[in-house]
């Protein structure tokens, strides 16, 4: 499996932009798909994005297509997040994961997860 840690995150106003990054140790990362989910108090982890593992297949939630764009980087072993046009409905913990090879829209299609960076965007 792989180690997974996430940067990034912070405070931002409405409107505005952060690029996450997930950065995986171990062994094979170009061999996962990779996924970004979220999770805000008293709200159920909710999928955000994912890419499969060669990057050539890429999905998005309804609430963030358009906005947020997923990449990977495999001779760097990391995974972005550029998100784009926040509301302070993306305030949230958000998490990476390792997974299918294809690039799972679903939380038990994942086998590791990074501890989370929390992003916070103010109206």
């Known amino acids: 499996q792989v180690q997974l840690v996430e940067s990034g995150g912070g405070l931002v106003q409405a409107g505005g932009s952060l690029r996450l990054s997930c950065a995986a140790s171990g062994r094979a990362f170009s061999t996962y798909g990779m996924g970004w989910f979220r999770q805000a108090p008293g709200r159920e982890r909710e999928f955000v994005a994912a890419i499969s593992y060669n990057g050539g297949n890429t999905y998005y939630s309804d609430s963030v297509k358009g906005r947020f764009t997923i990449s990977r980087d495999n001779a760097k072993n990391t995974v972005y997040l550029q998100m784009n046009s926040l509301n302070p409905e993306d305030t949230a913990v958000y998490c990476c994961?390792?997974?299918?090879?294809?690039?799972?829209?679903?939380?038990?299609?994942?086998?590791?997860w990074g501890q989370g960076t929390q992003v916070t965007v103010s109206s």
């Open positions: 994961a390792a997974g299918l090879y294809y690039g799972s829209t679903e939380v038990h299609g994942y086998v590791s």
